[in-house]
């Protein structure tokens, strides 16, 4: 009798100590939430890397399947494994066919980009364009602005979302008529704008040697590279730093209706 219940006591003892270990040996989810912005990421090496589901149980991807793509990144989870934490990406290729979750050092920020074109913005456009190429387009502007010492000026910005969405320009509305009906506090008399719904030439902002609209939808198109120095020329020529930008990207490449209206404006000095 006394062996007997050892033995059931050792069992009992054996059996819970491995179930411990199975639930400190897997994945916890420690936190998990939406990334503070969209962001495009890339594969930071060509070596072979898992994409798992969230509990770190089944993989579903491996990155050196996809070395040119660029990933969206949607979530972000701390993962905990044997006492040690780590950050984990929920990333979505650009189709939305591919998604899952990697560890965050296994991908370099910013889009893929092809080397043959040193100006290319390595976006790759869906098609059709979508949202998230929308915010992809504007955070890869807007980051290249920053970088160059370019400042959005909150009141300039809402004075372009005024006219852009609009689809009008000074001409038809005066600055200081669309200031006022947004309540700013701009100098009408010290603004200078561009207006163009659609940009005319989109064509050659993508690719100036040979028009290949296509070339935005694998990464090798030039037109994030093309608007930011269009904005940057412009607002050197006025002397400013300060500016205001609206864009809307809509349709298709492929089908040739791929559109893009932009406003920019800036306070010259």
Do not use: C
């Not at 054996?14 to 990334?35: D, E």
């Not at 387009?137 to 959005?152: E, R």
Request: proline share 3%; net charge negative.
């Amino acid at each position: 009798m006394v062996i007997l219940v050892t033995t059931s006591l050792f069992s009992a003892f054996l059996f819970g100590t491995i179930k411990a270990n199975a639930q400190t040996t897997g994945y916890q989810v420690i936190s998990n939430q939406s990334a503070s912005r969209v962001a495009p990421y890339h594969n930071a090496n060509n070596e072979s890397h898992y994409i798992w589901n969230l509990s770190h149980t089944i993989k579903l991807h491996n990155l050196e399947n996809f070395s040119t793509t660029t990933w969206t990144l949607e979530r972000v989870a701390i993962l905990s494994h044997n006492g040690k934490k780590a950050v984990y990406f929920n990333v979505t290729d650009r189709t939305g066919q591919f998604s899952g979750w990697v560890w965050h050092g296994f991908l370099k920020g910013g889009p893929y980009q092809y080397h043959e074109d040193s100006n290319a913005d390595g976006l790759n456009l869906s098609d059709p364009a979508n949202t998230r190429d929308f915010s992809m387009l504007g955070n890869y502007i807007y980051g290249k602005l920053s970088a160059d010492g370019y400042l959005a000026q909150p009141d300039l910005m809402k004075l372009t979302q005024y006219y852009g969405t609009r689809h009008t320009n000074n001409l038809n509305t005066p600055f200081k008529d669309a200031i006022m009906s947004e309540n700013m506090t701009l100098d009408p008399t010290n603004l200078v704008g561009i207006f163009e719904y659609p940009v005319s030439d989109l064509t050659k902002m993508i690719d100036p040697n040979t028009g290949d609209i296509l070339l935005e939808d694998t990464g090798n198109g030039e037109l994030g590279n093309t608007v930011t120095a269009q904005i940057e020329n412009f607002l050197k020529a006025n002397h400013t730093t300060r500016y205001g930008l609206w864009f809307n990207l809509s349709g298709s490449a492929s089908n040739g209706t791929l559109s893009l209206d932009l406003v920019y404006m800036g306070i010259k000095n």
